[in-house]
């Protein structure tokens, strides 16, 4: 459990408002989701893995007599899509939202965190993925960070699954949760022989179409069913890296294949991961499959609030409490035109002050101060300063 | 320095007293016959306190006990649900075993050895909940419905359940309850655990050198039965043009036998002492089901039993925590009869609620009740304003909690003799508790014309003492 002081919670309406904005452009209209919703809603398969279930806020409701528990949101995804299906909202939908999400930690991480998130229901393939890598890679660049795009494909880690356990489905499916939380690194003692090689460089990362050419060339003879998701890969790599962004390929990051179901992506800067996303199969509806991405605004905000403070507006103090009234329209008019100042009892530790009194109004900066002819100038003033 | 030790009440009282014996501490009072709660043994340095078996984790990982002994699967039942808890499972101990089985009724067409194949809504019935969870999800069972209960679990399936999760020793137990032992997910020795901050800062070591020539390797913990061959389970869904009663076991039946006797009704397979779990009715659709009154209410609720006979305090219990349940009391049978209040230690200095509140006020702490009914406790706590009240459920032997464990003891009692006994007063109790019939509403069953009538027999059989 964390507090957002001040200092935190101004970095993190920043970092809102990039993604928000960054959403908006793109057409993208903002849903919020309950945060107590039905257990069951997870439980659907291929939702959340057992070890994300194990880790869920759950308890019984006032009518949990019939069996039925809640859970304290903890995902926005899944919420997301069953809002869309049950209100019928027209395919394709782009829809955005800011809203927290709830996980029990075994580890000490914050068991609330805040995302900014993109379901686009019924993307097209490679639009959609484009786009959405665009909206992420936008939001972090307008708070000054130089986002590289990491990207991996789940039919690749799919492929490796089948190889290491072929025709054993309970192992398969241990094998898959496995990557979900470790990566392709959890397959690596279950995979030698002919498929060392291809094992070992896609454990490795590279950069662009020559890399993942030699992944293709190394899976067509070991692996055939990894080459057409290290193609949809390439096409995918290469638009984003034509956009001037930053792409690596990173095959073994972890990435829930129960969940996703073609290329994933995560946004790297500054030796940290902000966000990611990809191609998923809604689990229920109309929809057959979307593309959507979480950027970690809990994170970005104490990051960007390490940042120097804003100076705080500028104090306005009456000389008497009759000096009150003229002080507070004094405010009003400053308040008009779209400054910030606030009221203070004593020009005592300020560092700009506006002092009212009957007698006239003093401007009253670094120890100087000078009479205030009229309300308009001290506006300009304060402008300036602003 | 003292230890402090947890043991268990109940049937493994003798096995754990060998274990003891063996280890050459002390077992004066520990027999099965005595109803002693605790002990003090200056000479080998322990203080011992005789629990349920399901709360001794519990007690033990809050750090009130430093270690204690209890079947394995009550440790991986907390354990599996709060892994970050201190507590250290020390190793397995000879004695009985048990395994916690997933099982299904025959007529769900499944054998030993297969599963179901995975379909939404399966109902899985457990006194083990935190467990039966963690099954469900490691299958990958979409949209399952879990309840949790105090035992019987045995009873449930098929009618009211799809699957149950139970402790049994072997298969053929699971098959002597009537149900087919699909696979065993986890194994239950008697273990020896221990607090981690006790092993981390206090001296053990006279127990732990004691105990430790009996110390085996502690058992796996839960094997998910992945793999297993899948099969279409045959599910059962409720008649409607019948009632379903369900009859309690346990203290409460020899109370629901007597009344059922006032009333002209009787059972095959339901006496005063003993019973099956589907008695026979002659009257014709009437099935009759016994199980823990303790869950009553909500399977009444859910629409699974049409009436039940259980006692007023869980119908409060249940309908404290469920406002909105559909469950309301039909016939107050006015046997059973027993106050529920306040418990203190004897040497607390006020003997009333009124004069309790500012001592409990002035504590300066967090009030710690414990009860068999955590929600008339926190019921209490919430009327009276008590500060930061922590509520702590327990299953029994509630009488050895106070004053070292909990503050308050929220309890039933008829007499008041073993409430005396173990040195403790009841300040005003706050609710009389007799056995009751409850009923759901709006009824489920079309037969209301047989519910109806067997709301009035019983009436008409209530003693003179009762109200209806």
Not at chain 2, 255 to 271: N, R
Not at chain 2, 338 to 346: E, L, T
């Amino acid at each position: 459990m964390r507090d957002l002081l001040p200092g935190e919670m101004a970095a993190f309406r920043r970092a809102e408002d990039a993604f928000r904005a960054a959403a908006s452009r793109w057409g993208y209209r903002e849903v919020r989701t309950p945060t107590i919703e039905r257990y069951s809603l997870f439980t659907l398969a291929g939702t959340l893995t057992p070890q994300m279930l194990s880790r869920v806020y759950t308890f019984l409701d006032w009518d949990g007599w019939s069996g039925e528990r809640v859970v304290l949101r903890p995902d926005s995804t899944i919420p997301v899509v069953r809002a869309a299906e049950e209100a019928g909202l027209p395919l394709p939908a782009r829809l955005c939202y800011v809203q927290a999400r709830f996980r029990y930690s075994h580890n000490g991480e914050e068991s609330e965190l805040w995302q900014g998130g993109l379901e686009y229901l019924g993307a097209p393939t490679l639009l959609g993925e484009v786009e959405v890598v665009a909206v992420g890679c936008e939001t972090l660049e307008a708070l000054g960070f130089a986002p590289t795009v990491r990207l991996a494909h789940v039919g690749v880690a799919r492929a490796l699954v089948e190889a290491a356990a072929a025709g054993d489905s309970a192992r398969q499916r241990e094998l898959t949760d496995r990557v979900a939380e470790e990566g392709l690194q959890a397959l690596a003692p279950e995979l030698g022989g002919k498929l060392a090689s291809f094992t070992a460089l896609a454990l490795e990362e590279g950069e662009g179409s020559g890399f993942l050419a030699n992944l293709a060339s190394l899976a067509g003879g070991t692996l055939p069913a990894a080459v057409p998701a290290l193609e949809e890969l390439r096409t995918l790599a290469d638009i984003v890296a034509a956009s001037g962004r930053r792409t690596v390929i990173a095959l073994g990051m972890p990435c829930d294949f129960e969940y996703y179901d073609g290329a994933v992506f995560e946004f790297a800067a500054n030796g940290a991961a902000w966000g990611r996303g990809g191609r998923y199969r809604p689990p229920f509806g109309r929809c057959a499959t979307a593309c959507g991405l979480g950027i970690e605004l809990s994170e970005l905000a104490a990051a960007l609030a390490a940042e120097a403070e804003a100076p705080p507006p500028p104090a306005v103090v009456p000389e008497s409490p009759g000096d009150l009234p003229r002080a507070l329209d004094v405010i009003r008019r400053i308040h008009r035109a779209g400054l910030a100042a606030r009221l203070e009892p004593s020009v005592e530790g300020q560092a700009v002050v506006v002092r009212v009194a009957a007698a006239g109004t003093h401007l009253l900066t670094g120890g100087t101060a000078a009479p205030v002819s009229s309300l308009e100038e001290l506006i300009s003033h304060l402008a300036q300063g602003k | 320095m003292t230890v402090k030790l947890a043991l268990p009440t109940g049937d493994i009282r003798s096995a754990v007293a060998a274990i003891l014996r063996e280890a050459g501490l002390p077992t004066d009072g520990y027999d099965p016959s005595s109803r002693l709660l605790r002990a003090h043994f200056a000479d080998h340095g322990l203080a011992v306190r005789i629990f349920r078996e399901r709360d001794i984790p519990v007690q033990i990982a809050l750090g009130n006990y430093d270690a204690g002994i209890c079947s394995a699967v009550w440790v991986l039942e907390e354990s599996i649900r709060f892994p970050r808890q201190d507590l250290r499972l020390l190793g397995a101990l000879p004695g009985p075993a048990l395994g916690v089985w997933l099982a299904a009724a025959p007529a769900s067409g499944l054998e030993p050895g297969t599963l179901p194949v995975p379909q939404p809504g399966l109902r899985l019935v457990s006194e083990f909940p935190n467990l039966a969870d963690a099954v469900a999800v490691r299958l990958r069972w979409p949209v399952y419905r879990l309840f949790p209960l105090y035992g019987s679990a045995e009873a449930y399936p098929p009618e009211d359940a799809d699957l149950a999760l139970l402790a049994a020793p072997n298969a053929g137990e699971v098959e002597r309850l009537g149900l087919v032992p699909l696979a065993e997910v986890a194994r239950s020795p008697l273990v020896f655990v221990a607090n981690r901050r006790a092993l981390a800062a206090k001296d053990l070591s006279p127990l732990l050198a004691a105990l430790r020539g009996q110390l085996r390797e502690p058992p796996p913990g839960l094997v998910a039965p992945v793999g297993l061959p899948l099969r279409p389970m045959a599910r059962c869904t409720r008649r409607s043009d019948v009632v379903r009663l369900a009859l309690p076991d346990g203290h409460a039946q020899r109370h629901t036998f007597e009344a059922l006797l006032a009333a002209g009704l009787s059972f095959d397979g339901y006496g005063e002492k003993t019973f099956v779990r589907r008695p026979r009715s002659d009257i014709e659709g009437l099935e009759v089901k016994v199980v823990r009154p303790q869950d009553m209410p909500a399977f009444v609720a859910r629409g699974a039993f049409d009436a039940a006979v259980t006692g007023v305090d869980w119908l409060r219990d249940h309908l404290s925590r469920f406002p909105s349940s559909p469950v309301r009391m039909a016939v107050d049978l006015g046997r059973s009869r027993y106050k529920i209040g306040p418990v203190v230690d004897q040497a607390f200095p006020a003997d009333t609620t009124a004069d309790a509140l500012p001592v409990w006020w002035g504590l300066g702490r967090p009030i710690r009740i414990a009860s068999e009914y955590p929600a008339l406790a926190e019921d209490f706590a919430r009327r009276f304003h008590l500060p930061a009240a922590v509520i702590m459920p327990i299953n029994g032997a509630s009488e050895g909690f106070v004053p070292e464990d909990a503050d308050i003891l929220i309890e039933g009692s008829e007499t008041g003799t073993s409430i005396r006994a173990n040195g403790l007063k009841m300040l005003d109790p706050f609710l009389e508790s007799t056995n009751c019939l409850i009923v759901r509403e709006p009824a489920l069953t079309s037969r209301t014309d047989l519910l109806d009538d067997l709301v009035a027999k019983l009436r008409a059989g209530l003693p003179a003492s009762a109200g209806a």
